[in-house]
């Protein structure tokens, strides 16, 4: 399998790009293709140790800024990064690309120069959310906005096409994101979606409200017009965040209290051969309080990590003739790894011919 | 002053309003009236000691059951606990509704009893939520859905009055919710709002992510629509127990991991006085742990309990003429008294008056 990554895309780039190739490469035993400019990426390749990895470099000369109006960016600089590496997808020359960069300039791409799959009005970002319970899927997460009821019964098709090939769930229960369990909820759009899902042959359970998708046992699938699903993923990573800080925040006031009693807890290990009682057991309680405070404090950090989904890996758009994964712009090494990995899924599954083939009998 | 409570509203009615009740006449100084079904209240008020306090009984014999149409019950019920207190507020023998009941069926009765203020579409609910520095307003959390740019300007308009005169807010800065903070975030009808509101004379400050809204330094008032702004707490509401979860369990380990090890924690008592030191030691560190976790989850409750918006007290109501506040369903005594003290400083602090003189200016 050969999967096009855009090394230059992204904040860190072209190092952890690179490096997540690397890793990729070697992991997953895939051909991974580096598309930007061939000086600067041949000189960061040559950090690494990739001897008997498939690492090709393909030349990308022109570079897409963040700034850049997305449409006009990818259709303008026909040598970027993204228009290079999509088109090798287009043309059969690679099976997927991931960019960590200008991810509307990916999207306006992907369906610029793969196509949007027949029966597929707009395509949809759909991110695998890890809530309490296993896992959901939700779409979209931010490609389209002011959606009709026809898209989201498009996208929940999709995404259930997706949580049963790369999930592995059998029959994947659907819902509508919403302020409420009631078919009365939700605004114009949800209603609207929720009569065209019930007749639509999925499993559709209904609307589901944000305790529903986070706790993770009422459905496989969650689907909101784009800015709903957007700000719904950045409202939990935020809350997570804030949890964390409050959290740490009890912490460190029971640091300060250790502080402020002194050294005593390294006395603790001088105390354990004196006479003296009562200071050996002050000096292991405050040993106990330290011990805990140093569990709890990176308990906290992963349970932050756990709630931002742009770790999970990238993003997959559907709907487009093609694999493309939108990583986060911060990706590190990592992430990219992670998101290689979900493009690999994604072939190995026949994600897009499924899609078209669902699409062409419905 | 005289609030009317509706006594017979919300799931733990009427036990909870009434007991609310006594406490904010008896904290507050103000006259409650207890509105719904005279005998129930009665035997109810008698539960209580309230000698010396004004609580006068009205009776509303009809009941609005939760299933009911809203707009049908309110119009339908006349005799019901919320027609006769919103009545009240109308003919100037209250100055404000307080329900824990039916919201829907509140707002409605709001709107057809009390009528809206001049220049006012659609009234909106106003809920103030604790940031992480200070506080910020958040307005519709779920009056209307599919709204206009100009509902959204009007609520920005009434929600800094609010900030002025409820919270103290000099000079209010107000802030759209949306996905990101480029004017070309959000969807279009934040993106018309956004248009409105930079030429409104308030002090729009741009788009505000979730994360912002959490934090609190960039905003004090933000603006969504009433179905956005519902699902913004209620996901808020739902990480924040997520997370709390999540806390608790690794809380829960530790402590099973004491348990595991034996009644060392009182055994420390014992052995303070023995010559054995390192048992003395590990009792304290025992001991310490536990301090720390009894610290702990308690904060892990007191953050999920920071988030859920419906303990702030209850939820103006605004744009009608006459102060009605929306507190939550499962409200408790405590929660009930909240919601008065609510209603009672947007009385003190003139509001009404003051939005239909701003709207009549604008």
Redesign the interface.
Known sequence: MRIVLDAIGGDLAPKEPVAGAVTAARELGVEVVLVGPADVLRRELAQHNAMGLSLPIVDAPELIEMDEHAVQAVRRKKQSSVAVGLRMVRDGEADAFVSAGHSGATMAGAVFILGRITGIDRPALVTVFPA?KGTIIVADV?AN??SKPEYLLQWARMASLYAQLVLGVDRPRVAL???GEEDTK???L?QDAHALLKTSGLYFVGNA???D???GDVADVVIA?G??G???L??????????????QR??SG?RVALRAIGGLVPT?LLV??SKD??R??????????????A??AP??VK?AKS?DYRAYGGVPLLGVNGITVIAHGKSDAAAITSAIRRAKESVDRGLVAAIAAEQAVV
């Open positions: 309490l931010g906005t002011d994101l919403a302020n939700g605004d114009k949800v409200e944000p305790k998708a986070l706790v017009d800015f709903v957007n700000l719904f950045k409202g939990a990573e935020a809350v997570a965040k804030f949890a964390v800080k409050k959290v009890e912490l029971s603790a354990a051969t009682k009562p050996t057991l002050l000096a292991g309680l405050l040993g106990g309080t330290a011990v805990l405070a569990v709890l308990a906290a349970l709630l």
